[in-house]
């Protein structure tokens, strides 16, 4: 899958190559990928890919793991800047952006759709999944072909939680536990507004 970071941010700071492989890898810093995945993944050049590695490598940002024949890459947790790329990555250019290109096709009928849990908090380990709430008028089976794309892309599995409007405005009303656990918690907003309304 190509174009892991292709937009307005990302490309303001970095080099698409360079945006990819930020975005790859501090995007899942709790996953390891081999040379030969991140340039398939990245989409671009395996030869500009490669010196990224190599710099990101020389920097300490990132880690080299051979692994028998194979050389494996992951986010450094140790690096200094390790929690502000986490981050930047997530907010401007990793796994939102890429949730955000997925449901466009259905964006028009959702009020608002916002990423919760372990991805939001920044503390996303191998097995964790995307928690994602979408608050409109849209249908599970609806969401079927984007999110696919969205776990393909990402290498991780997507748990959406639906309501309708009038669903979320009456269980923010009722102090719902599971919702009120949700907004309580650090939230990455993909698009929309929670409605001011119902403010607790």
Known sequence: MSNLAN???????FSRTLSGVLA???GQPGNSFYTREIVRRVGTGGSQVHK??????????????PRGN?????????????PELVGLVGKSFGIADRLR??????ASRIQCAIVFGSVARREQRADSDVDLLLIGEVRLSELA??????E?????????TLMSVEEFRRKRQND???LKNVLAGELITLWGALDPTVAP
């Open 7 to 13: 937009n307005g941010v990302s490309n303001a700071l």
């Open 24 to 26: 790859l890898l501090f």
């Open 52 to 65: 990224d590695l190599e710099r990101l490598t020389g920097a300490g940002l990132i880690l080299r793991e």
């Open 70 to 82: 194979l050389v494996f890459y992951r986010a450094n947790p140790d690096a200094a800047v390790y």
């Open 101 to 106: 290109a997925c449901l466009e096709p259905v």
């Open 145 to 150: 072909v984007p999110l696919h794309a969205a």
């Open 152 to 160: 393909e892309a990402l290498c991780m599995r997507i748990s959406p």
């Open 176 to 178: 719902d536990y599971f």
